[in-house]
């Protein structure tokens, strides 16, 4: 069992939908949770980091709930620059290493 | 905001040949590095964790000969791909930690590079 899992999609959605994304993580031990996102043949970028009580960045909504080993991601009104594949991205312990899911495709069309 | 290189940014090689790859932190020093790979349609797989004036750690699974990091300077760790095989043809990631960042507490992030794309024929 891979230790971050997410549904590969594609999800593909219209201009202005709302679209939600999930991931589990196996190791109970995991600290810090992310929400990357990466473009086609470039590297991740940090989108936003998931904190305990939720938090939001605009369009974007992360929660976490460690009860369940569970991270979402939620993006409303979409956009067709959101179109790209979600990493869900977990950091063990105190270690600075990161473990990614194998990503969440996303396809947001006119 | 940290910037992070990569150099080359593509490479195609023969089969048998090394290639190295070189990862640079570009205004900020770095003490740890990290090596990854992607292959199509897969995950970022961590590699080895390289520190500077020491020894990487490798992950499990990857092999010590045939990846072979050094990371002689706070900005400057390289990836050298030895004997290179079609197997070996994937994304090369680095990523860099900011020393300045302290402990690696909630809300730690690493800068990541553009990549290389290795291709072995």
């Known amino acids: 069992r891979k230790e971050v899992e997410q549904d590969p999609g594609p999800f593909n959605v219209p201009e202005g939908a709302t679209v939600a994304f999930n991931c589990t993580y196996s190791?109970?031990?995991?600290?810090?949770f992310f929400w990357y996102r990466q473009d086609c043949r470039k590297e991740p970028k940090l989108l936003m980091s998931?904190?305990?009580s939720g938090n939001e960045d605009g369009r974007f909504t992360a929660q976490l709930n460690r009860a369940s080993q569970y991270i979402s991601l939620l993006i409303r009104d979409s956009k067709l620059s959101d179109s790209a594949t979600y990493l869900c991205?977990?950091?063990?312990?105190?270690?600075?290493?990161?473990?990614f899911g194998s990503g969440t495709r996303l396809l947001v069309r006119p | 905001g940290a910037v992070v290189s990569q150099h080359p940014s593509w490479v195609i090689c023969k089969s048998g040949t090394s290639v190295k790859i070189e990862c640079r932190s570009l205004?900020?020093?770095?003490?740890?590095m990290f090596w990854y790979r992607q292959f199509p349609k897969q995950s970022l797989m961590l590699m080895a964790t390289?520190?500077?004036?020491?020894?990487?750690?490798?992950e499990q699974g990857v092999e010590k000969d045939k990846f072979l990091i050094n990371h002689a300077s706070l900005t400057l760790s390289t990836l050298t791909v030895t004997s290179a095989h079609p197997e070996d043809s994937s994304f090369y990631i680095c990523?860099?930690?900011?020393?300045?960042?302290?402990?690696?507490?909630?809300?730690?992030?690493?800068?990541f590079g553009p990549g290389t794309r290795l291709t072995v024929l």
């Open positions: 990523s860099a930690r900011d020393q300045t960042a302290g402990w690696a507490g909630v809300g730690d992030t690493q800068y």
């Open positions: 190791n109970s031990a995991s600290q810090s």
């Open positions: 998931v904190y305990s």
């Open positions: 991205v977990v950091k063990r312990d105190s270690s600075y290493k990161l473990i």
């Open positions: 205004d900020f020093q770095a003490t740890t």
């Open positions: 390289s520190n500077e004036g020491s020894k990487a750690t490798y």
